[in-house]
């Protein structure tokens, strides 16, 4: 019986797949910075007291980002091109969800509405980062290498989360509620199936170079559609409630240069 362990074991010991692996998680978290630094720079004047939250947010993501090729060049490996199949933040601006790049490129104020969006497609997927890093932290949270990277991400997507709840809330106090459902729940739609095609991308390019048989391919292949079918029946709603969380003011502290010192450096 596989494990996910064992399988992410046999990803991180090959180095075609573990590249694979590390660079499309740094181009996530690299869009997610640049994401993030445009809209904090854009905030309208009446919600300025968030700027430098996500202006946080975006440093954290792209120390992630760095964290990434920093485990990349400790192999002496190159990131490669993401696959567009594979590009989970590509694919979800091609289906509508977020803030659209072309707003982010223009110097123009964001307006509320657009904060709670930004807030709410949030919301959606750092929960799936969330629990991404929890099973990560489980299987690895003692490996030699990938541990403390592990720790530290998990450790920023946990306030990442956090944030997005106590924020939304206080946006639902403030006459946004109705807004802020609906945007969930039309972001975790999409957010379940752009997650399954893009997790059925990657373990088929794995499964292709790992040399996987065509059964145990089969096998992954329907795991991840069921995890969908729960997700579909019900499980999306873990993505769109909101509760105050015992982190508050998560995202308080200042932000991180994208260009200083970075905790990358450390794992090289």
């Known amino acids: 019986m596989f494990s ?16 694979l692996f590390c660079s499309v998680a740094a181009s996530g978290e690299a869009q997610g910075g640049w994401e993030n630094g445009r809209i904090a720079a854009l905030v309208p004047e009446s919600l300025r007291d968030l700027a430098p939250k996500i202006a946080r947010h975006g440093a954290d993501e792209d120390k992630h980002g760095r964290i990434f090729n920093a485990l990349l060049s400790k192999r002496d490996l190159e ?33 509320e509405h657009d904060i709670v969006i930004y807030l709410a497609h949030s919301r959606v997927t750092e929960q799936r980062a969330s629990a991404q890093m929890v099973m990560l932290r489980r299987c690895f949270g003692d490996h030699p290498d990938l541990g403390r990277a592990v720790h530290m991400i998990a450790e920023d997507e946990d306030n990442h989360l956090a944030y997005c709840h106590e924020e939304l809330l206080r946006l639902a106090a403030a006459g ?93």
């Open 4 to 19: 996910a362990k064992s399988v992410f074991q046999e990803i991180l010991d090959n180095d075609e797949t573990f590249r």
């Open 79 to 111: 990131p490669m091109e993401v696959p567009r199949a594979a590009d989970y933040t590509m694919l979800l601006e091609a289906r509508g969800i977020g803030l659209a790049h072309d707003k982010l490129r223009r110097d123009e104020p964001l307006t």
């Open 176 to 268: 946004y509620g109705r807004t802020i459902q609906r945007v969930l729940r039309e972001s975790a739609l999409v957010e379940m199936e752009v997650y399954r095609d893009v997790s059925l991308a990657v373990m088929a390019h794995m499964g292709r170079v790992l040399g996987w048989p065509k059964p145990k391919s089969a096998l992954f292949a329907a795991g991840i559609h069921a995890l969908h079918g729960y997700e579909r029946l019900g499980g999306w709603r873990r993505m769109v409630s909101l509760r105050m969380p015992e982190r508050r003011n998560a995202l308080g502290g200042p932000a991180q240069s994208a260009s200083g010192a970075s905790e990358a450096a450390e794992f090289v």
